[in-house]
């Protein structure tokens, strides 16, 4: 359960790639030598390193189409785990190589594999994978910020950081914590052990004035192809996020979610390990399986002992029976320009308030737009600089009849070619939605404002919140071929 | 202090190897440690400085006395510290802790390693700050980790010590109860474990150990027991198959119990990481003492089964493969998939998190596991379940591909049930998918969509290669693709290799090979591109090593490519492309139809010959084209395919590089090497088999009864002799013969050798030119095969032949070695009277009588033409004068017995023309030879070789008496 080392890596697109941190655990390196006899393989240096873990994410020489290495087809990736091929004396396979990325950061570390070495283990019964895994989920998360996008001075200084943060959550190759977000290189102030033990995961007390903070935030996706032969998809996931500012060294808070009646049961219920216990019933529900009418459907109580930071209370999803906005698109290519229809109708059920309220249309492998001579409904019509994308401001409310629609057609005269995409040729063409309701959710979840209940002395405030926002909410051209986003309703 | 520390240091970090060339580990380590004692530089720097310590001690400290000695030293720097100075305590302590483990300190039980864990432990004693106060709570919590490490590394270190960590733990209040609860977790398991492995050990053993506050078990950490134990630093090997030691102490271990319940209450208030590695410890626990029941854990189950997790829910999952039905029901079983199906494809979780979940399904620990092995699916995975995970568009490469290998699995039976049809609609779906994203890729994908669809056929036909409508379907599709998109040649070629390596059975590749050539050759030429027909040949290269496919088609194509009229290929003389050329003509000159396509082929590379317009790939084609029309299929055969198969497969990839090395392989193969030593010697052999039968005992019989025949007869044969001795065929050569041998020199590279020519040199001009000898092999565990050397004298004088010997060994290389020098000795020339073969002793007595006396009466004429005569005389015994006539046994024409009246005649014939003629008499003690010769020069040969033979004689004779 130790990772023998560890690397964090930046690079742009592939290019300019440098190890920015690396840390060696010469004592679990000590044990893995013991432990893997003669098929012992030396962990290389970090240029080495860098290359062969490059080599196997694909990200190496990326001028060269084609490299044995790299892209044969029999080296099944079995990420995040990765197999290092390490040449020369000593060689051999390193394994498992944990490496997440995300944007310009690559984070790598190396779980001892602490079981005899003849017959390679399969990854899931390495209790260190999971532990380097999530060591590198929270060193990631640390290293991206709160923006959860890096910019280059906020890097650096969070970079010059490592050895304090390593020094307490990883200080000898056992991963002990995660950093939180904000940490800082000097100690918190620590509170004096009291007479109750604090939870290892909470760095200080809070004192003054207890206030609550819930926020229900639900995302809606939605694969809409108005085509017969093709079924509309949309599904609904949920997430409860908390403040508590409460005092005492192991408060307990309570917040329970109610669905309206009829409702459909919350699925894949997930908590975060403050949850102190939970039903039974609130887990049964599960997406992958045809959901029960009698199935249980609330109240979702979630007694818990906050930390200080906000966190992800817990998380859902659910199937909601229409979506939010149902629309239709469709394209003829006519005398060198393409006709456009598209109509979207907001369902009864959704209270017309948006904050915003944006179509985006755009068009992949063709020339720039030339003339645009399209009329809406409703809202307004712009054209991206990059003259390649309609964008249709619908704005905060639809029409009294929960309809809009656009008409007209777009010539591709542009000098220079727009931007391709491999997915999106001939007619296949999608129109994708932006929108966020305030105060609502398809669901219908809610968290009582009066349901939170927080047992300490002072009578906290609480505040609850929730919105809807659309996450992938695609409209495709039915007159084209659309790629399916899911096999169920095939199988 | 114009030493840049932080660069110094980084540049350490990034590469020692290379650091440490520049300077010794001794002397940087001295540096460093001297930087650490200056109480000037301040503590990032000295942190900074720790770092080569902490990352690689065994390069800074490499024994067991430079890891004391530098431990000693951060000790005292540790002791002379400001108390301030938090972080960089709390980095020294981690240091020493490098320092003293990978060093073998602690193994070998050094007083540095007893002093730090005494400090170690001494600090944390101090429970919820009483003494130090909470300011040096990191130092407190670092401790902890340090003696865990040291724990960890030295298993049951701490075994006796069991009641103070608990006490320890217990007593924390503050957050670093979790370093102790860790602590205490280890020692405990540990600390069981050795107990397990205690013969005869049971409740109360158990009970002692838990209650135990005596000193450190130092005697642990002896290498030997160290190594023979990995248990000790493993997991046990969990779930059903695996083999767990127990501890059997009855019903009665309720101390360890309450233990074990206290530890889990109080686990919640652990960071999930800290948690999950608790439940780990604690699952190994109650697997090694069945006394405690797993359902101790059940009231944990619930929290852990709905966490978000990623760590909490995998120890889930081990304790699950530890304990099976013993704590989950089929319930939680089912429930369990279930919810692992539905986190694979979470839109919350992050990707890795959902490929390490897809990984767990593949690997579910099941309650009855049907089969064990690799990637087994587990029962209760329906093909309706595993829809949620099937592979889409949208998928990122590692999902698609990590779904399209779970999803082929479940369709496996689909495709086993309907092996000729159709396949099941799961089936369907998946090759639609594939035929997607071949569509995608078309659409100016990108690489790594390429890699993805050709990594995703691989999956499709490992599983499902034998469902033809499919496995056809995309051999033609993919060949359409490639007339459309050529670049992917290296992909195809990469495929087909694969499929053709994992299943040696099917025919697949085969076919895709062959559907590939034949939408090249069959593809209209006008509008083959330049760049086209690059990846063309590339393509029929790799067609060309099939045996089995016909090739007249590649060649008729290419043969057509470049002589057409149009073409600019031959005119351009691009190296490159010739060389593609020549890869796809060096395959076919291995082909085993190579017969009937020697026309096409020779065609080709006289036409490359003579019209490339690149003079490297001009000579290139000559050398093919020499090679083809000269040298035998097997010869070929072995130049062309020096290197073997593996080496053929690495260079294919590098196609600059195959070039270079074909170049290199034709020259090993073609040149003759010279051996370092002489390999070969000829041995004489001692009795050579009669030229001529001997003169049979009925013949002497008539010749002693001839005795008296008259003269003139003598006459008429010399006349006859003479005669013949003028004719041109007259016999005229020697035959020597030899075993040709290995010499001492043992290299078993020339253990077996294959038509050896051997060659023969002079060294004056009294002999005719030698022919070759030619011997079909030696090997050296066989009889050596014997060889004949026949010489042509001109005159008939000893020689000395110059030999060399030509060969193959059995890897098809030829060498040159040369051999000792032949010497041909006098008495080696002589041969017996060349009479006809009826010619009884009487008649050559008589052709001895007439020759004998033309020589006398020319000599005493002192008419000296040619002849000579002349006298040898010594003093012999009988017996060696017996002997010494027996050395002429071959050539005597009268017998022994005459050596006292007329004399023992000897007549040596030297071939072409010369006779010696001896008589040898016995005057006395002395034996007299008389000597007459045709050829006066050949006298002092005689005399020396009289003198020999004589000389032998005494020499043997002293040896006798004596």
């Known amino acids: 359960m130790s990772v023998r080392a560890l690397w964090i890596i930046t690079h742009e697109k592939g290019e300019s790639v440098a190890v920015q941190f690396s840390r060696r655990y010469p004592t679990v390196e000590h044990r893995a030598k013991f432990l893997a006899g003669s098929l012992y393989v030396t962990v290389p240096e970090d240029g080495a390193v860098l290359q062969l873990l490059l080599t196997e994410l694909g990200l190496s020489d990326p001028d060269k189409p084609y490299m044995a290495l790299r892209d044969d087809c029999f080296h099944q990736q079995h990420s995040p785990a990765l197999e290092l091929h390490v040449e020369g004396p000593g060689g051999g396979v390193l394994w498992p190589m944990l490496a997440i990325s995300q944007g310009p950061l690559i984070l790598a570390c190396l779980p001892l594999v602490d079981a005899p070495a003849e017959s390679r283990p399969p990854l899931a019964s390495l209790f260190s994978v999971s532990q380097g895994l999530t060591l590198l989920a929270g060193l990631q998360a640390f290293l991206l910020g709160s923006k959860g996008k890096p910019d280059s001075e906020g890097l650096a200084s969070r970079l010059a950081m490592m050895p304090f943060i390593l020094l307490q959550v990883c200080p000898l190759g056992t991963p002990l914590d995660i950093p939180q977000p904000g940490a800082s290189t000097a100690p918190a102030v620590p509170t004096p052990a009291g007479t109750q033990k604090q939870p290892a995961w909470k760095t200080g007390l809070h004192r003054g004035r207890a206030v609550v903070n819930v926020a229900l935030t639900e995302m809606v996706r939605s694969m809409q192809y108005g085509n017969q032969s093709r079924q509309d998809l949309w599904d609904v996931y949920g997430t409860v996020t908390c403040k508590c500012e409460v005092e005492g060294v192991l408060p307990n808070v309570t917040v329970t979610l109610t669905l309206p009646p009829n409702g459909s049961p919350l699925l894949d219920v997930q908590v975060h390990p403050c949850v102190s216990s939970l039903d039974a019933s609130i887990l049964t529900a599960t997406s992958v399986e045809d959901c029960d009418s009698s199935a249980f459907s609330g109240p979702y109580k979630f007694p818990f002992s906050p930390p200080l930071e906000p966190f992800r209370l817990c998380s859902y999803t659910s199937q909601v029976p229409v979506p939010p906005i149902l629309g239709t698109y469709q394209l003829k290519e006519e005398d060198n320009q393409l006709c456009l229809t598209v109509s979207l109708k907001l369902h009864e059920s959704v209270k017309n308030g948006f904050e915003y309220c944006e179509a985006h249309l755009p068009f992949f492998n063709r020339n720039q737009m030339g003339n645009v001579n399209v009329k809406v409904t409703s809202g307004q019509l712009d054209v991206s600089k990059e003259k390649n994308l309609l964008v249709w401001v619908i704005g905060q409310k639809f029409p009294k009849s929960r309809e809009v629609s656009l008409e007209g057609a777009v010539g591709f005269s542009g000098q220079l070619p727009g931007p391709t995409d491999p997915l999106c040729t001939d007619l296949t063409a999608y129109i994708k939605l932006h929108f966020r309701v305030p105060d609502m959710t398809l669901s219908g979840c809610c968290v009582d404002q009066h349901s939170v209940q927080v047992y300490s002395s002072a009578k906290p405030r609480i505040v609850t919140s929730r919105e809807l926002l659309s996450s992938e909410y695609y409209i495709w051209n039915s007159t084209g071929t659309a790629p399916l986003s899911s096999g169920h309703m095939m199988l | 202090m114009s030493v840049n520390w932080p660069e110094r240091i980084s540049a350490f970090s990034r590469s020692p190897s290379q650091f440490l060339c520049s300077t010794t580990a001794e002397i940087f380590l001295t540096e460093i440690l001297r930087e650490l004692r200056d109480d000037r530089a301040n503590d990032l720097i000295k942190v900074l400085l720790l770092s080569p310590l902490l990352e690689h001690p065994t390069l800074l400290c490499p024994s067991v006395s430079v890891g004391e000695e530098t431990a000693l030293e951060l000790m005292s720097v540790f002791a002379q510290c400001s108390p301030k100075s938090l972080q960089l305590r709390c980095h020294l302590l981690l240091a020493l802790t490098s320092v003293l483990l990978c060093s073998s300190c602690v193994t070998s039980c050094t007083s540095a390693s007893q002093d730090f864990l005494d400090v170690l432990f001494q600090m944390t004693q101090d429970t919820n700050d009483l003494q130090a106060g909470a300011a040096v709570r990191p130092l407190r919590s670092t401790a902890c980790d340090c003696l865990r490490e040291l724990e960890a590394c030295h298993p049951g270190l701490l075994s006796q010590r069991l009641e103070l960590l608990s006490n320890l733990r217990q007593q924390e209040n503050s957050r670093l109860h979790q370093a102790y609860t860790g602590l205490h977790a280890l020692a405990l398991r540990n600390a069981v474990y050795l107990l397990t492995q ?115 829910l995998h120890s889930t999952l081990l304790m699950k493969a530890a304990f099976t039905d013993s704590l989950f029901s089929a319930e939680d079983e089912a429930y369990l998939l279930k919810r692992l199906v539905s986190l694979s494809q979470h839109p919350l979780l992050s990707t890795p998190e959902k490929l390490f979940y897809m990984d767990c399904i593949l690997h579910f620990p099941e309650n009855r596991p049907i089969s064990c092995g690799d990637e087994n699916l587990p029962v209760l995975l329906t093909p309706r379940l595993a829809a949620a995970l099937v592979p889409t568009l949208f998928n990122d490469s590692a999902s698609m591909l990590a779904r399209f290998n779970l999803l082929s699995l479940v369709y496996l039976e689909e495709g086993e049930e309907d092996r000729d049809g159709q396949g099941g609609r799961g089936l369907a779906y998946l090759y639609d998918h594939l035929t997607s994203l071949l569509h995608v890729m078309e659409n100016q994908g990108s690489r790594e969509m390429v890699v993805t669809f050709f990594r995703a056929s691989f999956l499709f036909l490992l599983h499902f290669c034998h469902v033809k409508c499919y496995s056809e379907d995309l051999i033609q599709r993919l060949c359409d693709m490639y007339l459309r998109q050529t670049r992917l040649a290296p992909h195809l070629i990469n495929l087909a290799d694969r499929i053709q390596d994992r299943l040696v059975e099917s025919g697949w590749a085969l076919a895709l090979l062959r559907a590939l050539q034949r939408s090249i050759t069959e593809a209209p030429l006008s509008q083959l591109t330049l760049q086209d027909f690059r990846w063309h040949l590339r393509i029929l290269a790799r067609v060309a090593e099939e045996g089995e496919v016909p090739q007249r088609a590649t060649l008729s194509f290419l043969l057509s490519v470049i002589t057409s009229n149009s073409s600019v290929l031959c005119v351009s003389g691009d190296w490159r492309l010739g060389n593609g050329l020549l890869g796809v003509c060096r395959r076919l000159l291995l082909h085993p139809s190579l017969d009937s396509l020697l026309t096409p082929l020779a065609d080709l590379l006289q036409y490359l010959t003579c019209y490339y317009g690149d003079t490297d790939i001009q000579d290139h084609a000559r050398l093919y084209y020499t090679l083809l029309t000269t040298l035998s299929r097997e010869k070929l055969a072995g130049v062309m395919a020096q290197g073997g198969p593996e080496r053929g497969r690495q260079a294919k990839v590098h196609s600059l590089s195959t070039i270079m090395t074909e170049t290199e392989e034709l020259t090993t193969g073609l040149t003759v090497h010279q051996t370092e030593e002489p390999v070969l010697r000829l041995v004489k052999l001692d009795s050579p088999e009669p030229d001529a039968p001997e003169p049979d005992s009925k013949s002497h019989n008539e010749a002693n009864s001839e005795s008296n025949s008259s003269p003139r007869r003598g006459l008429e044969e010399r006349e006859s002799y003479r005669a013949k001795l003028q004719s041109p065929g007259f016999v005229s050569e020697i035959t020597l013969q030899y075993h040709l041998t290995h010499t001492g020199v043992y290299d078993p590279h020339f253990d077996k050798l294959f038509s ?35 010489l042509k004298p001109k005159q008939p004088y000893p020689t000395t032949l110059r030999a060399s010997a030509v060969f193959t060994t059995e890897d098809g290389l030829s060498w040159h070695s040369s051999l000792a020098d032949l010497h041909v000795t006098f008495p080696e020339v002589f041969l017996p009277l060349p009479g006809p073969l009826g010619w009884t002793r009487e008649q050559k007595n008589g052709v001895f009588e007439e020759i004998w006396s033309e020589i006398s009466s020319v000599a005493s004429k002192g008419d000296l033409d040619n002849g000579a005569t002349s006298l040898f005389c010594d003093q012999l015994d009988n017996w060696a004068v017996d002997k010494l006539v027996r050395n002429f046994q071959r050539y005597r024409i009268s017998d022994c017995s005459e050596l006292d009246k007329g004399g023992c005649k000897v007549l040596f014939f030297l071939p072409p023309q010369s006779h010696v003629l001896l008589r040898v008499l016995t005057v006395e003690e002395n034996v007299q030879v008389h000597i007459a010769t045709d050829n006066w020069k050949l006298l002092p040969y005689i005399n020396s070789y009289l003198e020999d033979i004589t000389k032998d004689l005494h020499t043997a004779q002293v040896n006798s008496d004596g």
């Not at chain 2, 208030?269 to 359902?295: H, N, Y």
């Not at chain 2, 001009?765 to 070759?772: C, L």
């Not at chain 2, 000898?773 to 095969?785: A, W």
């Open chain 2, 756 to 790: 050896i020519r051997l060659h023969f040199g002079l060294t004056d001009s009294n002999y005719e030119e030698v022919s070759d000898i030619s011997v079909p092999c030696l090997f050296r565990t066989r009889k050596p095969p014997a060889v004949k050397l026949r």
């Open chain 2, 198 to 312: 205690q013969k005869g050990a049971g409740a109360e053993d158990l009970k002692a150990a838990l209650g135990s506050s005596e000193g450190f078990v130092w005697a642990r950490g002896a290498d030997s027991e160290f190594h023979s134990d990995m248990a000790l630093l493993s997991p046990l090997t969990l779930g059903p198959m695996g083999r767990v030691p127990t501890l059997q102490t009855g019903p009665d271990s309720k101390e360890l119990r309450s233990l074990i319940s206290s530890l889990l209450e109080e686990s919640y208030l652990l960071t999930s990481l800290s948690q999950a590695a608790l439940l780990q410890k604690l699952v190994e626990i109650v697997s090694m003492v069945p006394a405690v029941s797993p359902t101790i854990f059940r009231a944990q189950l619930l929290r852990l089964l709905g966490t978000c997790e990623v760590c909490l």
